[in-house]
């Protein structure tokens, strides 16, 4: 196809790429889609397109075309829900914890907070791995035999606070009969 577009081309004549471009579009909708080619049973390519457009399929979900596009890598979900690509550390839902799962990316998108990678088991999208906020994370309440410990401590030290307070209002203050008389 190149070659009969450039063998009927005059090479001093071009003034630009815009003009070698515009010919190129010019040539293939005049000389190559539309004539007869002997491979196709003497009808054009558009012809042939055109008997069979009730087969084609539109598309419809554009996300769903641009993701089977994406860069696709296997990794395995740690303990703690957090799985790494490039030494970035994501972090996804609990429930993919020693799973491995797809994970879908463009490279411009690691590293970025702002883009989650959707997250896909058996060719099925799940659910998204997020790059983890050490700040954040820091401060994320877990579930933990540690957690268990310092909550009882903090129970035990609200009752403890509850009976201070509570013998503080039984007892009689000095300075409140002083500050009284006055």
């Known amino acids: ?5 450039l063998s009927a081309l005059d090479p001093s004549t071009i ?21 007869a ?25 554009i996300e769903r075309t641009t993701e089977s596009f994406h860069l696709r890598i296997m990794r395995k979900i740690q303990p703690d829900a957090t799985t790494q690509i490039e030494n970035i ?7 993919f914890c020693g799973k491995r799962v797809e994970l879908r990316y463009e490279p411009e998108w690691l590293g970025d907070a ?3 990678l959707p997250i896909y088991e058996d060719g099925k999208r799940l659910g998204e791995a997020k790059v983890v906020r050490f700040h954040d994370n820091a401060h ?3 579930k933990s035999k540690w957690n268990k410990k310092k909550n009882a401590i903090l129970a035990k030290d609200d009752a403890s ?10 007892s009689i203050s000095y ?7 006055r």
């Not at 003034?15 to 004539?35: A, S």
């Not at 550390?89 to 429930?95: I, R, V």
């Not at 300075?175 to 008389?181: Q, R």
């Open 114 to 116: 702002t883009k989650a």
């Open 140 to 142: 994320a309440a877990r």
């Open 161 to 170: 606070t509850a009976f201070v307070e509570d013998s503080i209002k039984n």
């Open 175 to 181: 300075s409140d009969i002083v500050g009284g008389e």
């Open 15 to 35: 003034k630009d790429l815009d003009d070698l471009n515009q010919r190129f579009f010019k040539w293939l909708e005049v000389d190559y889609k539309r004539k």
């Open 1 to 5: 196809m190149r070659t009969r577009f």
């Open 89 to 95: 550390l994501y972090e996804t839902d609990f429930k």
């Open 37 to 61: 080619h002997s491979g196709l049973n003497g009808l054009s390519p558009h012809d042939v397109l055109m008997s069979q457009i009730s087969k084609l399929k539109l598309v419809t979900d």
